[in-house]
C-alpha cells in the first residue's frame, strides 16, 4: 500500500520486507503491522539476530556450505563416508537431501548453476575446488546432484565430462526420475509421465 | 526443517521469522537462506530498522491510530472532515480506508473487537475515549466500520446502543454489504449472496 507518511519507521520496515522473496506489498504490510503489534523484546530480538547473521555466517573452506564453524559439521563428522561426495547447487540443497535421512557422505556446493547467458561460467563456481578435491581425495563416486532444471541438466553434463576427463575412475550418478511418492498422474506434467513410462520398472513380489 | 547444528544464528532467524504470521517453516527456511545471500549492509539495514521500530511507533492521543507523531496526521490535517467520524477495529483497516480514496473525516481506532471469551470487553477496548469524543466533538455522523465478522457486528451492534443513548442525535452508518467489484457469483459465499439478493437495487438507465 502507499505510504501515507503517518508512520515512516514503519514504512520503512515493510519497504525492506517487501523485497524478500515471496512477501508481497500485502503480506509486507500486515507482517509490519504485526511487528508493531508484538512485544517490543521480541523485535529486538529478531534484530539483534539480523545484526549479527552476515557477521557470523561463512562458507566451509573444505565444501563450500554455509557454515558458522570451518570446517562445517559435515565435513568434520567423522562417521561420514569419505568415499561419497554429493554435488548440489546451494546449501539449502544439501539441508533437503540431509533432512532425508538417506545420505551420509560429504557435500560440494557449487554456488549455482551454468548460466551463461547471466555471466555464470565454471569459474564463477566451485568447479575448481570440486576438481581439486576429486583428485586429492579417497572419493569413489560423485552424485551430481544438480536440479533436473535446464541448467541443472547442462551443469551435471559439463561436470560429468570434466570428471570424465581426469580419467580416475570415480562412479558418476544422478537422482532417479519418475513420479514423486504421493503424486497424482492427473497433475504430473508430461515430461516426467514420459520419462516415468519409458523407464518403468517390473513390479516385484507376486 | 529441523535444524542441524551448522548454523545456529541462521537457525534462530529462521525460528522467529517462522513465528510471523502467514510465514510457515518452509517459507521461514527459504527467506533465512536468502537473507545470508542479501549483501550485509542489507541485512543490517533491516536489522537497524527493525531495532528502532517498538521504540518509534506510539498511538495517537485522539484517535489511537498507530503513529509516530502526536497528534497523527489525520487528526492533524485541518482539510478534514471533523463531522465525520469512522470506528474501525484496527489501524491498518483505516489505512484500507483511506486507500480507498472515498473518506476524509477522522478516524477511532478501538484496538480489536468484543471479545468476552477472550476477555476483552468494553474497557479493553478504546470505548470510553470514543464516548468522550462525541460528547464533546463537533461530529455528525458516525461510521461503525468493524468487520462483517461476527465479533465485528456484535461490537457495531453494542456500540450503536451506547450512542443512541447519548441522546446527541448523532447519525450511525455502517458499510454497505453486496457482491464485491469483479468479484464473481460462484465464489461469493452464500450468506453474502442471499443478502445481496433479498437487498437487490433497481437497475438505473434504459
Redesign the interface.
Known sequence: ??P???????E??IQ??GK????GPK?A???G????SLP?E????????????????GYCSACG?????DP???CREPSRDRSLLCVVE???DA??I??SGAFNGLYHVLGGTLSPLDGVGPAELRVKELLERLKSDEIKEVILATNPSVEGEATASYLRNLIADLGSGIQLSRFARGLPIGGDLVYTDEETLALALQTRKPMEGE
Chains 1, 2 share one sequence.
Open positions: 500500500m502507499k501515507l507518511g503517518n508512520l515512516p519507521s514503519l520503512a520496515v525492506e520486507l524478500l522473496p515471496g512477501i503480506s504490510t500486515g507482517l503491522y504485526h511487528l508493531v517490543p521480541r523485535v529486538k530480538r529478531l534484530a539483534e539476530l539480523l545484526q549479527v547473521l552476515p557477521d557470523r555466517i556450505m554455509l557454515t558458522e564453524s562445517c559439521v559435515f546451494e546449501s539449502l539441508l533437503s540431509e533432512k
